[in-house]
């Protein structure tokens, strides 16, 4: 299949789009605005122990205390938290969940530093192969010839048929990572950070870049940025990296914008005519699989439906427990078959999964684990879709007339959430003067 990558970046967002044979295969959208902590480490505070809760808060210098779990200390889950970490104690930690409200961040005492293949573990030795990757003797090859790693790391599903040289080459950048987070330890007082994930840009190439034939990065900014990145951290990219020379945008060349707006919608026709329908509660999110116009026998729509779901989950983000409600079957072979199908779709997913057998009702029960906050409240953040449209709509119209002053009418309410320089950001990107106006 082929496949390219599509990333545009702007004042507000960095968006990307993996396209396989024409559809939407994976979405990222990051806002600027609000950037997350996720991945960072920081050199934290313990300020005070829970000890009914085998927890502690931990001063990471952001306005709450993190969370820290004894179970995130590795090699200490059944230990008391007062056994493992002390009041005032500077500790290494690592941010795993970003803040919501009044909660603090999650945060894990194993650190982990994540590459295009592999994921360094500074805590281990050698090297552990994911086990998404299947094959047994692609498995024993990668054991075989990255036992010796020191310090260990994680092999990643991307490594599957990677050479040899090219992986140890990346264990030896995240290495030196490593070891310049361990030295600034040295140098610095609790609270402070010690390292930070790298830019949007440089995670979506190090995250989707492995299965994609071509990379199209727009402005020619951000795809200098992408290229000094893949100079040192992925060679083999640097002549796969184009700058985007159509008309518009990338998104636009493969209109995906209108199936991010579909993605936001309740009901998901199928090309047999059948539908799915999604519902959110409070501790699940119900899919329901429906006949619509379908005259396709039970087995072949549940089939199509098991590779959509899996799609669909993925690009909207659902994490948690998710109730599928297939169409009834008549044998328990063909129950099986579609379950097969399913586990089957979801192996490219980024995030864990774990499908239970179809009961007699039909249903299916499985667990996805949130990756972060899904795509309709990702959007819907701080205004942050219509600044971003924004944003777009103003680079269109300059490659329309480049050079060109442009004049942004808005109405009053969205003009008071504009973020403070957002026009000059535009007209250093653009090389024309914006003017944001509040509408008559």
Same mark, same amino acid.
């Given at each position: 299949m082929s496949a390219e990558l599509l990333i545009e970046a702007n004042a507000v967002e960095v968006r990307a789009g993996l396209v396989r044979d024409g559809r939407l295969a994976d979405l990222v959208i990051e806002p600027l605005t609000s950037e997350s902590l996720v991945g960072s480490i920081w050199l934290g505070r313990v300020r005070k122990l829970l000890p009914n809760g085998r927890a502690a808060f931990v001063d990471i210098g952001q306005d709450q205390n993190g969370f820290l779990n004894a179970t995130d200390i590795p090699g200490h889950a059944e230990r008391p938290i007062a056994q493992l970490v002390h009041e005032g104690q500077a500790l290494v930690v690592q941010v795993s969940k970003d803040p919501v409200a009044e909660k603090g961040a999650a945060l894990t005492a194993d650190i982990t530093l994540p590459g295009r293949f592999l994921v360094l573990t500074p805590g281990a030795n050698g090297a552990t192969v994911s086990r998404r990757i299947a094959d047994a003797a692609e498995r024993d090859r990668l054991s075989a010839a990255l036992r010796d790693l020191s310090p260990g790391c994680i092999v990643r599903t991307a490594a599957a048929g990677q050479e040899a040289m090219l992986l140890r080459s990346e264990h030896a950048v995240l290495a030196a990572r490593g070891a310049a987070i361990e030295a600034r330890r040295s140098t610095v007082e609790a609270p402070a950070l010690l390292w930070r994930e790298d830019s949007a840009v440089h995670r979506v190439l190090r995250d989707f870049s492995s299965g994609a034939d071509r990379i199209v990065v727009d402005p020619p900014e951000a795809l200098g940025e992408a290229r000094r990145w893949a100079e040192t951290m992925a060679p083999d990219l640097l002549p796969r990296l184009n700058?985007?020379?159509?008309?518009?945008?990338?998104?636009?060349?493969?209109?995906?914008?209108?199936?991010?707006?579909?993605?936001?919608?309740? $009901?998901?026709?199928? +090309?047999?005519?059948?539908? @799915?329908?999604? &519902?959110?509660? %409070? =501790? #699940?999110?119900?899919?329901?699989? *429906?006949?619509?116009?379908?005259?396709?026998?039970?087995?072949?729509?549940?089939?199509?439906?098991?590779?959509?779901?899996?799609?669909?989950?993925?690009?909207?983000?659902?994490?948690?427990?998710?109730?599928?409600?297939?169409?009834?079957?008549?044998?328990?072979?063909?129950?099986?078959?579609?379950?097969?199908?399913?586990?089957?779709?979801?192996?490219?997913?980024?995030?864990?999964?774990?499908?239970?057998?179809?009961?007699?009702?039909?249903?299916?029960?499985?667990?996805?684990? $949130?990756?972060?906050? +899904?795509?309709?409240?990702? @959007?819907?953040? &701080?205004?942050? %879709? =219509? #600044?971003?449209?924004?944003?777009? *709509?103003?680079?269109?119209?300059?490659?329309?007339?480049?050079?060109?002053?442009?004049?942004?009418?808005?109405?009053?309410?969205?003009?008071?959430?504009?973020?403070?320089?957002?026009?000059?950001?535009?007209?250093?990107?653009?090389?024309?003067?914006?003017?944001?106006?509040?509408?008559?």
């Open positions: 700058g985007h020379t159509g008309a518009g945008l990338p998104f636009d060349t493969w209109d995906l914008d209108a199936e991010i707006a579909a993605l936001q919608a309740e $009901r998901v026709t199928l +090309p047999s005519g059948a539908s @799915l329908r999604f &519902g959110a509660a %409070a =501790a #699940l999110t119900a899919v329901d699989v *429906d006949y619509g116009s379908a005259r396709a026998p039970a087995l072949a729509i549940n089939l199509e439906a098991a590779a959509e779901i899996a799609r669909q989950l993925r690009l909207r983000g659902i994490g948690g427990v998710i109730v599928i409600d297939f169409l009834r079957l008549r044998a328990r072979d063909e129950a099986a078959q579609v379950v097969a199908a399913l586990r089957k779709a979801l192996t490219d997913d980024a995030a864990p999964t774990r499908v239970l057998e179809m009961s007699e009702l039909g249903l299916v029960e499985m667990t996805r684990r $949130r990756l972060g906050d +899904p795509l309709n409240v990702r @959007l819907a953040r &701080g205004g942050h %879709a =219509a #600044l971003a449209g924004l944003c777009r *709509d103003v680079r269109r119209a300059a490659r329309t007339a480049p050079g060109r002053p442009l004049r942004a009418i808005l109405p009053a309410a969205a003009l008071a959430a504009v973020p403070a320089g957002l026009a000059g950001k535009l007209a250093a990107e653009l090389g024309a003067a914006v003017e944001l106006v509040p509408r008559p």
